[in-house]
């Protein structure tokens, strides 16, 4: 019990935690306190729930990203070139945004050239390289790529 003075002069006493509980509208077993807002006073059964779970979770969590790392980015693969070719396109991209005559925003655009170099095993799979590995590659000769 905590006495308290209220303007009065009196002294009031004022109950413990768990009494206030028992009058909160929630019934006895609520761990939320009318006098004091709302506020818990400790974790309900459900928020000590969610936090061993999260600590479960978290190592799930850790455990699915560390296998994601350690699978390899590139997996090396030794081909015999049998040919080599560069494509071009035409490929529209974003340049920044303008102001329409009726006042709109829209992202304006314009066309780029896009290449794209491919070598040919001997097997004739196509693969799509890099440039400095496309420029490395001749005819009849191995050359490692990523897959």
Do not use: F
Not at 3 to 16: F, H, K, S, V
Not at 82 to 108: C, F, N, W, Y
Request: with cysteine.
């Amino acid at each position: 019990m905590v006495p308290d003075r209220p303007e009065g002069g009196a002294t009031l006493e004022l109950p413990q935690n768990r009494s206030l509980a028992a009058q909160h509208p929630e019934g006895a077993g609520s761990d939320r306190p009318a006098a004091s807002g709302g506020c818990p006073l400790h974790d309900t059964r459900l928020a000590e729930k969610w936090r061993r779970a999260g600590g479960w979770l978290s190592c799930v969590l850790l455990l699915v990203h560390a296998a994601s790392c350690s699978l390899p980015a590139c997996r090396p693969l030794t081909i015999v070139v049998a040919d080599k070719e560069e494509r071009s396109r035409l490929e529209r991209v974003p340049s920044g945004i303008r102001t329409t005559e009726t006042g709109q925003l829209e992202e304006a655009r314009r066309t780029e050239v896009v290449r794209d170099y491919w070598v040919r095993a001997q097997d004739g799979t196509w693969y799509r390289v890099p440039i400095d590995r496309y420029r490395a590659a001749e005819i009849g000769q191995p050359l490692e790529i990523c897959r």
